[in-house]
């Protein structure tokens, strides 16, 4: 019975880690020391001159700027995907520094995520033609003060529980105002995308509601910078285990949705939850209800 649940998945659509203590979580998923980024567009200034290159499906824009104290984003240079309008986006009305950043340019909603030189382009080679449970990341920028901004595209009217992203196509929703039965379908994206994910052999890094994106019926895992490939099959299953921990925690997973997601979750990625099982037990499952219960007791410890 439990089985046939797992396969039929229910569908609400929405209108509108490790773990420190609950209280700490949900400040974090407030983020209610939020930063003070968005600026007026009182600056007229503009580059003074631009080189644009291409090389395969990849355009690079150069600027050069005068010398100027304002506090928005610059672009000194910007990679992106060739079939993405941003050759003239070279100014953003956001504080450069920000860690994370969302605008509308050209009718799209964008998201900015402050990272290092390396994590920007390993994550724009890798993730930019992803699909299924990650966005995509479709460029990324260094602004003249020398910080650097990975670039992904929000679906068309998106939701998101990261306050400091609810701009322009993206709504903010308040976790505590799902009830519990659209809570329920978020716990079972969630466990949906990070099978996916993982069936890849690939972890987020650390989850939170942050890292939900949602479009309509479905979602993406947004914020990829501390996304890699995992070392070992067992720890995608360790970071599966978190994110349940999490979610219970926060009071959005109950124990059935907990029960019903790692069932589904063991279905989808077996070879790493039987080496889980392995690795922690030192002997060989006997079958998938030796998996699932183990895990099962290690969320609630």
Request: proline share 2%; charged share 30%; aromatic share 10%.
């Amino acid at each position: 019975m439990q089985g046939d649940k797992v396969r039929r998945m229910k569908k609400t659509e929405y209108t509108s880690s490790q773990l420190p203590s609950p209280e700490e979580k949900r400040a974090e998923l407030y983020s209610e020391k939020l930063d003070d980024y968005e600026l007026p567009e009182f600056s007229r200034e503009v580059p003074v001159s631009s080189k644009r290159t291409q090389r395969g499906k990849t355009v690079t824009v150069e600027y050069e700027w005068n010398t100027s104290d304002a506090p928005s984003i610059k672009v000194k240079k910007i990679d992106f995907c060739d079939n993405e309008a941003l050759e003239a986006l070279f100014r953003i009305a956001a504080r450069d520094g920000a860690d994370s950043i969302s605008f509308k340019y050209n009718s799209i909603t964008y998201i900015l995520r402050k990272t290092t030189r390396e994590i920007a382009h390993a994550l724009f080679d890798s993730y930019r033609s992803a699909k299924g449970a990650l966005e995509g990341v479709i460029g990324y920028l260094r602004t003249v003060a020398g910080s650097y901004y990975v670039i992904s595209k929000a679906c068309h009217t998106a939701w998101a529980f990261d306050r400091r992203i609810a701009k322009g196509d993206i709504n903010y929703l308040d976790v505590d105002s799902l009830d519990d039965k659209a809570k329920s379908r978020l716990v079972e994206l969630i466990s949906e995308k990070l099978a996916d994910l993982h069936s890849s052999n690939t972890i987020l890094g650390r989850f939170t509601l942050n890292n939900v994106l949602l479009c309509g019926e479905d979602m993406v895992l947004s914020d990829l910078r501390k996304a890699r490939v995992s070392r070992k099959p067992l720890f995608v299953v360790e970071e599966f285990k978190s994110a349940l921990q999490y979610l219970f925690a926060i009071g959005v997973a109950g124990r059935e949705d907990i029960y019903l997601s790692i069932a589904y979750y063991a279905t989808k990625n077996e070879k790493s939850c039987e080496e889980w099982y392995k690795d922690k037990t030192g002997k060989k499952a006997l079958d998938s209800f030796d998996v699932v219960t183990s895990l099962e007791e290690d969320v609630y410890n």
